[in-house]
């Protein structure tokens, strides 16, 4: 992570060097009219601008800008181009309808890696059963699933669940070649969750679990950040504090988010916030490493954390907890109560 910090370092201030105005009193954070936008993540970048005169005004001037940090532009990555035509940014295709609508979307080239990325995963599972299928996909469409609920993205998680559908149902096929295919239907499909009238939901019969689908991650519009708010300064907490308690809840099950909201965000081993503390993650691999360590804080240690001093009674409860934690007091060879911490607090 060095190298996107340093660069953070170098870049900062390019916003005022490309002539981006921010307006102030009642309308605090946004541009002022005629402004051009800078969008930059690490050494990615984009400019919004009014005319193609303002887009070159603004290339020369940033190009200036980096001369001193001993920077450049990648010229074969670098263009000028129409909000119509569209362009690809951070995974994503933004682009301006006829209508004069702005859609953000999944860019092809994300689509087609993730398409990818699930054939070689069902290739690399043949042989294995149906529970490893489950530990191996839910991960990735959850976390990819995740990164993109914040854009139009309701037909490409539809056209993705029906990919995933072909995929494990030729691996089922595969797996009982001498078996009809409506034995394989009543075997690896049905209504595993409960919660939705879908009768081909790919499942294990013997835990009941079940593979997720994409279009079951539910759209949360992204919310715009006020012009220089950075989660790194701490005159901010309560800003960035008060937009995480608005934003969307964490693409969890059900199960998961009842605990959270239980326990007030916070594991009950060792009194820490759960989930991310100032951003959520920035990639789909992100999403699926935090979704796929919380998941093993539910399944792997199944710990009940017993309420009051630690006496076990009937009013045990299962508890989220942090993966880490978990292997800890499983390595120090503790029972699964609280003794020093009082989680009275937190049921």
């Known amino acids: 992570m060095i190298s996107p910090l340093l660069l953070n370092i170098a870049l900062h201030g390019m916003e005022q060097a490309a002539g981006v105005r921010y307006m102030t009193g009642t309308h605090v954070g946004h541009t002022a009219p005629g402004s051009p936008v800078v969008v930059r993540y690490a050494d990615d970048l984009i400019a919004l601008c009014h005319t193609r005169d303002q887009a070159e005004q603004v290339k020369d001037r940033l190009a200036e800008w980096l001369v001193p940090r001993g920077l450049a532009f990648n010229e074969s990555k670098t263009r000028i181009v129409h909000l119509t035509e569209g362009f690809d940014f951070l995974g994503f295709h933004v682009r301006r309808y006829a209508n004069g609508k702005l859609i953000i979307k999944p860019s ?8 990818n990325r699930l054939r070689t995963e069902m290739r690399s599972l043949r042989g294995a059963n149906a529970a490893s299928v489950l530990q191996r996909l839910n ?94 300064d701490p005159k901010l907490t309560g800003y960035w504090t008060a937009r995480r308690r608005r934003s969307g809840k ?17 594991c ?27 998941r093993k804080a539910v399944r792997a240690k199944a710990l009940t954390v017993h309420m009051g001093r630690g006496e076990s009674d009937d009013r045990a409860v299962l508890h989220l907890v942090h993966a880490d934690c978990a292997r800890q007091h499983a390595r120090r060879g503790s029972p699964a109560l609280l003794h020093a911490r009082d989680t009275s607090g937190l049921a």
């Open 108 to 115: 092809k080239a994300a689509v087609q890696r993730i398409r």
């Open 139 to 232: 991960p990735v469409i959850r976390g990819w699933a995740a990164y993109y609920r914040t854009v139009v993205s309701k037909h490409v998680f539809t056209t993705l669940d029906a990919y995933v559908w072909w995929l494990v149902f030729k691996w089922a096929v595969r797996s009982h070649r001498n078996k009809p295919k409506h034995w394989v239907k009543a075997r690896y499909f049905g209504a595993f969750n409960k919660a939705r009238r879908d009768n081909w939901v790919f499942g294990d019969r013997h835990t009941g679990a079940y593979l997720t689908k994409f279009a079951w991650t539910k759209i949360v519009r992204h919310q715009m950040v006020d012009s220089y708010a950075s989660p790194d």
């Open 250 to 266: 964490p693409p969890l099950n059900r199960d998961g988010q009842h605990m959270i909201a239980r326990q007030r965000g916070r």
């Open 268 to 294: 009950p081993l060792c009194g820490n916030l759960l989930l991310h503390a100032n951003a959520e993650p920035q990639h789909p691999d992100e999403w699926e490493q935090w979704i796929t360590a919380t």
